[in-house]
């Protein structure tokens, strides 16, 4: 069934909200209450704080902390340089490395990264997108030297490329290209790390370039068609890779709204799967997600508000039934949070989870006359986006022409005038202003770190064996010219010293650059 068709059942009031309240419970088709029967009874939502700044040993040690404070799974931030498929040594590098996230060179900061961590149990997510199969691989190849199998491996790599051209713009390569990668690693893990979520599909970018609620679930679904049209495309089955698929969604401040945002894409997505590729397995049409509290929703004036922001976003998030969450920190509108503001963020969780008894109910805001009806509503809105997007050619052709990126322009702008006119309120900015400038003593990163990291690197380029880093080079820009999956060609480069920036570079030279329409 086209989108078109789903559509019109919508319209004519197929998807009601009474029905599939009382008849479809959680775990059960089409999961608008939750994908698991049971909920947080059976299994607590996974803890994973977002972290990564400065050196590998940093990171490490912040991760080691957040590890032994009760977080219950990883999240790696890396430095801009890092997503771009830089070196720390490259002269556009200078002056960003280690200041968004963690520099990753060279197989040894991912040693260095993760030092004590076993890799076997906890769970990994890497917010990496244009060099993802990079970043696996060097993941990939870490855990083969400590004889971790890579049957036992689990987490996830954000890996989508489309929405870096929509909202992000840290991309690299030319969509198709791009996209490639893309199903290069789906491929690769299907049949060798079987545990890897191979992509996060992510509408948190875009919702904090400005979209809307509507047009987060909309545009991130239309992606994840065509993610899934370009797997099959490339050979692959829908139940092959599906169940490995998960989301990202933000969560904002419209406390209600953002509920049913969650309950409708994951009864859209279910609608959309089931009826386009028919799959055999459950899992493939259930929507698994991780949600972050809204970072745009920050303000620097009045930053100890930001902590009941994030308090309600995340109960939102809970009342939504994600699978994991992180909790931004309350200082971050002013600059790396603070190990006291860290923890802040982690016990915020902490406290919805075992103080408040809504973990022992599922879904506790569904038959809720207000939740279902924007429910409704969100799920109407989101079709019709999705249907337009496929009218123009689909996700890519759209993100050629800019069509998304307008969308995401206009809206912000008008949130903006909304807020300037005064119609819509922010505590501390516009409304309960005053003119009290905000105390901040926030994490400095030492300005000797990118100077070391830089040493560091020419150090280890020094004592390496350059013809085995050529050769392994030379066999990757074969496998790139050709049409075989980069993945393990990339593990073995990575294997024999090469750097990101030198496995990124025959890529580059391969396939190319690419400026995305800015949608202005």
Known sequence: MNIRMVLVRVLSGEFMPNRGKEDAPAGSPPYRRGIHAGMYRDRLWTMRQYAGFSTPAKTNERFRSLLDGGQTGISVAFDLPTQLGLDSDDHQSTGEVGK???AIDSIHDMRVLFDGIDLARVSTSMTINAPA???LALYVAVA?????RREEISGTVQNDILKEYMARGLYVYPPEQSVRLTTDLMNWCSSHAPRWN???????HLREAGCTAAQEVGMTLSNALFYARSAIDSGMEFDQFAPRMSFFFACHNNFLEEIAKFRAARELWHRLAHDEFGPSDARSSQLRFHTQTSGVTLTAQQPLNNAIRVSYQALAAVLGGTQSLHTNSYDEALGLPTEDSVTIALRTQQIIAEETGIASHVDPLGGSEAVEGLTEKIIAES?????????LGG????VKSGHQQSMIHES??????RVESGSELVVGVNSHSNDDEPEFEGMIIDPKDEHNKVEELVQMKSNRDDDQVRQSLSVLEEICRGDGNVMDALIDAIKSEATVGEVNGVMRNVFGTWIAPSGV
């Open 395 to 398: 996700a890519m052709e759209c």
């Open 144 to 148: 083969d030297e400590r004889g971790v």
């Open 412 to 417: 912000a702008w008008e949130q903006l005038q």
């Open 198 to 204: 191979t992509i996060s599909v992510s509408g948190y």
């Open 383 to 391: 079709l019709s986006i999705i249907e337009k997007i496929d009218s």
């Open 100 to 102: 968004v996230g963690v």
């Open 133 to 135: 199969t990079t970043l």
